[in-house]
């Protein structure tokens, strides 16, 4: 693997994964989370102390994000710029009509400092007190931001007491992305505003600051506050006494936009301000779930590559966040994002790809399947392993033109989740220089949102 080759973001999951997957779409490269790729089992990335985490310049780390896009928009202005939740079917959106997609949140990883006296996995109280510090200092200093941590004991059990995915969620636009956002917009250009309104509960840990229990599957958010017997079941494989649920009975819940995949309530009227104020359009998209934006993603890309006469090689399945849109455009693949690797999403999948199937009879009839979920010794519970994505696949498409590159025992999630980036990327060279030149524009999306 060439550094030169190479996109990393700064760290590991979240926003960074998909503004890096866009630039590298643009550049030709592939995005890789950290660099050097290890073996899942042996993944490493940059975890904060708490003493670190509330001592950070945010307002600085926006614009060290941000630097992702550096060889890309350099002296450049956009007729329009992606700003919102997300979401792995807007970087296909993006990259077919090569423009920059800004996320509303980053993930800042931040250790429990009470690990060692921790002596229920499921005690999710350290959480607690982590958050609440670093929220109370984060939400004093920067306006612009709420503060949400994701603890989810089943999908993520593999880090539970270890450390605290927190996430700063944008109510306001930053001062960096402002900037950006004025630097590379044209005169009355346009603000392409996603909005995720996915939801979830929340415990209401202080003034916008929240910690949420679980997230998008087919465990429901009962399910993880109150328990269920599926959920026990669950907790008794993984050598767990807890049952019950996760409920922290000292906070209030509320209802709000899904932590990992949602956008803070008061960003659009925020965005829609800044529009008008410069003489910026504002157009919305909006869906209630992140699958929502994959047909609309699709039906562009389509257009990108048939607009020159060309034709669409195939799919491209991408799950969770192993986009690798290099290959999508050298290739003409239609990429397909699919949320995650759980029943629910799988059925969500499945009704989406049958209708691309029927809305589009020109295309191949071929994918690359990229399982992107790599939890070493998961026990299952809603995640389905990649023998069920393939028996869904091979309903729609011959087993023999599927190919999965990285998979080799299809009952495990455990596998070389590089392995398939690196397999499509070599593919994609194959094909360099045979894109399509069309770019899909402002009124090209206006047109097929009608």
């Not at 993944?43 to 102390?49: G, P, S, Y």
């Not at 090569?98 to 996320?103: D, I, T």
């Not at 499945?350 to 020109?362: S, V």
Request: glycine share 8%; aromatic share 12%.
């Amino acid at each position: 693997m060439s550094l030169k080759e190479t996109i990393v973001p700064p760290t590991l999951g979240g926003s960074y994964v998909y503004m890096a997957n866009t630039a590298a779409g643009f550049l030709g490269k592939k995005a890789y989370p950290y660099f050097p790729a290890p073996p899942p089992k042996s993944v490493d990335f940059k975890k904060f102390t708490l003493d670190e985490a509330v001592s950070l310049d945010l307002n600085r780390h926006c614009s060290e994000i941000l630097k992702v896009y550096d060889p890309f928009v350099h002296n450049r202005k956009f007729p329009a710029v992606f700003f919102g939740a997300p979401n792995g079917g807007i970087v296909n959106l993006a990259v077919a009509m090569g423009l920059p997609y800004l996320c509303s949140q980053f993930r800042i990883p931040i250790l429990l400092e009470t690990n060692d006296r921790i002596e229920d996995k499921d005690d999710l109280k350290p959480y607690a007190e982590v958050v609440e510090a670093v929220g109370e200092r984060w939400t004093t200093r920067y306006q612009w931001g709420a503060v949400s941590c994701l603890v989810d004991p089943i999908h993520d059990r593999m880090d539970l007491s270890e450390y605290a995915h927190v996430r700063e969620k944008f109510a306001q636009i930053p001062p960096a992305f402002e900037e950006f956002l004025l630097n590379h917009l044209s005169r009355n250009g346009t603000v392409i505003f996603v909005n995720m309104t996915y939801p979830w509960m929340s415990h209401r840990l202080g003034e916008r600051v929240y910690l949420q229990v679980g997230g998008l599957g087919d465990v429901s958010a009962d399910e993880y506050l109150i328990g269920s017997e599926r959920v026990n079941e669950f907790l008794k494989t993984e050598n767990s006494r807890h049952e019950g649920g996760w409920r922290l009975k000292d906070y209030p819940i509320t209802q709000r936009p899904e932590s990992e995949w949602g956008t803070e309530p008061g960003l659009k009227k925020a965005v829609q301000e800044f529009c008008n104020k410069n003489g910026y359009d504002f157009l919305l998209l909006e869906q209630n779930h992140p699958a929502g934006f994959n047909l609309l993603a699709a039906h562009s890309l389509h257009k990108k590559h048939t607009a020159d006469g060309g034709r669409c090689g195939g799919y491209s399945i991408n799950i969770f966040w192993g986009l690798c849109p290099t290959l999508m455009l050298r290739a003409r693949l239609l990429g397909c994002w699919f949320t995650f690797t759980d029943r629910a999403s799988l059925d969500i999948s499945e009704e989406q790809l049958g209708k691309l199937i029927d809305d589009f009879p020109d295309i191949a009839k071929r994918a690359v399947m990229g399982y992107y979920w790599s939890y070493p010794g998961a026990k299952l519970l809603d995640v389905v392993p990649p023998s069920g994505w393939l028996n869904m696949l091979s309903k729609h498409i011959p087993r023999e033109n599927i190919t999965i590159p990285g998979l080799t025992d299809m009952e495990s999630t455990e596998h070389d989740i590089f392995q398939y980036e690196d397999a499509l990327f070599q593919e994609s060279k194959k094909f360099e220089g045979k894109e399509s030149r069309y770019v899909v524009s402002v009124e090209d999306l206006r047109g097929l949102l009608r």
